[in-house]
């Protein structure tokens, strides 16, 4: 994996000495809360319910085993060893003391991580496809472009106050893993007969209060002109975005406004002006940071593995494990591992720091060193060998990481909700973990097949409702917790937002709705169906039929 | 009078300012002024033909484009910050000095503070009405707060691709 230079470490390092300085002059009063607010949140430090918490930036959601360590370290010293892995691949840190902040990042430069732009109208943490570097359908590993764009975009002197926030995602795979067609932009490489590398630029799609589906602006754009294609995409949003309203302001707006054709004629007009030269990185470098992500360690191995055949024959346990948390690798002999942070009954994206730890060691022993966080909250170990694949889940069932639910009812995305967030108007955790012991069953959650369950405790979306099979958003009635459902939505290539079952139901009532939801799906499917195509062959009827026949 | 900060070799100090802002409803004053884009196109041709030095105003909507027959007449361009939070004046300032090729003093004002010091000066601003009470020994520091750049810009630094290649 790309490895920091000096020149990528000595940002970093001023950004914390920088920090630093503007807690003191806080501390101390020499600034207010209102000054100090920007600064702060600029580093990813939030004033939330009950303390402050830090958004730590995983690039592309990549990870080495020194990194993964020091985040427990840090977790463990400054928090209450614990963190929450979110939906955007950061980690976050609910329990934060304003005075350690400054040492927390000084601590996670050490190891070039840190907290930059995860916060503020900024462009944000980049994030990509979690099979990155070992999966068979990819054209390029998207990583070394998300890199190319997180250096670019670093402290960038004319994006640093857009209209709103800002968010890339990247995909080198014909199958969407990282939800590009719900991102400010969403890049995915293509490479035509020759050989030639391009990307297909997605621009305006968004969640939040008015859910959007990119549109391609651009079919095929020459790899070496991202830099610059990018800065006039974002030139036009800077200065013709919405500045008067908040909740008007992201890119989609802009985008559905003008209509795409015409966002499109801006963006081409501006780059027919741009010198790219000198905004397009030069072949070397584009070479060099390539040469970080090549692939390395690699055996040659036979395609099957005895020792994994014969784990799966000799254990229903570790073979249903395989057939849901194990996906075949581009390498023969290998394998990607899903590590399941969604435990029934535990907080979804929530990871002790012994169980970071675990990772690390895993990723250090078997898995070339890397790790990765995945935007559905799970973490991932790229690249096992088949032969160690036992050895890994046994590990991982110990500490309560091998539940066998990747894609399945109970690996649900949730947002921290109003258990520690200030603009939440519901909880989400407590009904994340009670749809999953209702679904605990191994046998009945295979049975149902993928079934991909999203709850966000208000209209921000962070838990991406809009896109989940099931979504569930978090209303306020009058101060009591409801939840609206909404039913048929994608993030994946046959992206969708979810349509609205019906009126919102009390906390009470969402694990009933989610059972008859579900008992609908099973007797109305058809061969080889997800509840998403049956849903989408069957229509809302049959299922709001039931989940409010009892109400009548 | 705001006081005026400007940039000289990377290094900022308190600077004279032979220019009065006007607005477009007062009658001008004598010497050198800064007026609105309204009013530029406007009277700006009189203007220039006193002799005057002459500077142009624009309002963080109003687009740089609109001066790209005058440029080389104006003395300054100041460009306006209703709220340090709206960053169109960055955008625009990168068009005057890397497209429109302006050469003369560009301005930051309104609500202009410290933190903004590193962004402004890569985008080509050499001098700022700050809107707080900070001093040019701290306008300096922060503009230089990075040992590194990743992106050209207009300030010319050379960004670290560039970098890698040479050392």
Not at chain 1, 170 to 195: C, F, M, N, Q, W
Not at chain 1, 523 to 530: A, C, D, P
């Amino acid at each position: 994996m790309y490895r920091y230079d000096d020149i990528d470490r000595e940002m970093l390092a001023d950004r914390a000495a920088e920090f630093r300085q503007q807690c003191v002059r806080r501390l101390a009063g020499e600034i207010t809360e209102d000054q100090f607010k920007p600064l702060r949140l600029m580093n990813g430090l939030y004033l939330q319910l009950h303390a402050y918490m830090l958004r730590i930036a995983i690039p592309y959601g990549a990870l080495n085993s020194v990194q993964l360590r020091k985040l427990a370290d840090i977790a463990r010293e400054y928090d209450r060893g614990y963190g929450h892995f979110t939906t955007r691949t950061n980690l976050q840190l609910h329990w934060i003391k304003l005075k350690d902040a400054p040492d927390i990042l000084d601590e996670l430069a050490t190891v070039g991580l840190h907290a930059i732009q995860t916060s503020g109208n900024c462009i944000r943490n980049l994030t990509a496809d979690p099979y990155a570097g070992a999966t068979a359908d990819e054209v390029d590993d998207p990583r070394i472009w998300a890199e190319v764009i997180r250096q670019w975009s670093t402290f960038h002197p004319e994006f640093s106050f857009l209209p709103r926030k800002f968010k890339i995602a990247v995909t080198g795979s014909p199958k969407d893993r990282a939800a590009i067609r719900v991102y400010d932009i969403g890049l995915r490489l293509h490479r035509d007969g020759e050989g030639a590398l391009s990307f297909e630029v997605i621009v305006g799609g968004g969640q939040g209060r008015a859910p959007h589906i990119g549109a391609v602006i651009r079919e095929r754009l020459p790899v070496r002109r991202l830099l610059s294609y990018m800065q006039a995409i974002l030139r036009v949003y800077n200065r013709h975005g919405r500045r008067d309203n908040p909740n008007k302001a992201r890119i989609k707006i802009l985008v559905a406004s003008l209509g795409a054709e015409e966002f499109a004629r801006q963006v081409e007009e501006e780059w027919s002006l741009t010198d790219k030269e000198a905004v397009d990185l030069p072949d070397t470098e584009l070479a060099r940071i390539r040469a970080g992500f090549a692939p390395t360690g690699f055996e040659a191995l036979p395609p099957v593995s005895a020792a994994y055949e014969k784990a799966k024959a000799s254990s229903a346990a570790f073979a249903r494990f395989a057939r849901h948390n194990v996906v075949a690798h581009k390498q023969p002999g290998y394998a990607l591992v899903h590590v399941s942070l969604k435990a029934i009954g535990e907080t979804p994206g929530d990871c002790s720091a012994d169980q970071m730890e675990l990772v690390a060691d895993l990723a250090e022993r078997y898995s070339l060193d890397e790790a990765r966080v995945t935007y559905e909250q799970n973490l991932l170990l790229p690249h096992v060998k088949l032969d160690d694949v036992p050895a890994v889940h046994e590990a991982l069932a110990a500490a309560g990481l091998a539940t066998p639910n990747i894609a399945l009812i109970s690996d649900i995305i949730a947002c921290p909700g109003l258990d520690y967030c200030a603009l939440a108007n519901a909880r989400a955790i407590p009904i994340a973990q009670d749809i999953a012991r209702r679904f605990a069953d191994p046998v009945l959650a295979e049975t149902i097949g993928e079934l991909k369950i999203k709850i966000s405790g208000c209209i921000n979306a962070c838990g991406h409702h809009h896109v989940g099979h099931i979504g569930i958003l978090g209303v306020d009635k009058k101060g009591e917790e409801f939840y609206q459902l909404t039913l048929g939505g994608s993030a994946d290539d046959d992206a969708a937002i979810g349509q609205v079952l019906g009126p919102a139901l009390p906390a009470d009532r969402v694990t009933s709705a989610i059972d008859h939801l579900v008992e609908v799906y099973l007797r109305e499917r058809r061969q080889g169906e997800r509840f998403l195509d049956t849903f989408r062959r069957a229509g809302l009827g049959v299922f709001k039929e039931a989940v409010y026949a009892e109400a009548h | 009078m705001p006081k005026l900060i400007r940039w000289q070799s990377g290094v900022a100090a308190w600077a004279e300012d032979p220019f009065t802002a006007v607005d477009d409803d007062q009658s001008l004053p004598r010497g050198e002024v800064i007026v609105s884009l309204a009013r530029f196109q406007r009277e700006g041709r009189d203007l220039l033909a006193g002799g005057r030095g002459l500077g142009v105003r624009l309002e963080s909507d109003d687009a740089p484009e609109a001066l790209i027959l005058d440029l080389p007449q104006l003395e300054v361009v100041a460009l306006t910050f209703p709220k340090y939070r709206d960053g169109r004046a960055y955008s625009a300032a990168r068009v005057l000095r890397e497209r429109l090729g302006f050469r003369g003093e560009l301005r930051a004002v309104g609500d202009v503070l410290l933190e903004m010091g590193h962004l402004l000066v890569r985008c080509g601003f050499d001098t700022v009405e700050p809107a707080d009470d900070t001093t040019p020994e701290q306008w300096t520091r922060v503009a230089r707060r990075y040992r590194h750049v990743y992106q050209r810009a207009a300030d010319g630094r050379e960004p670290a691709f560039a970098e890698r290649v040479r050392v």
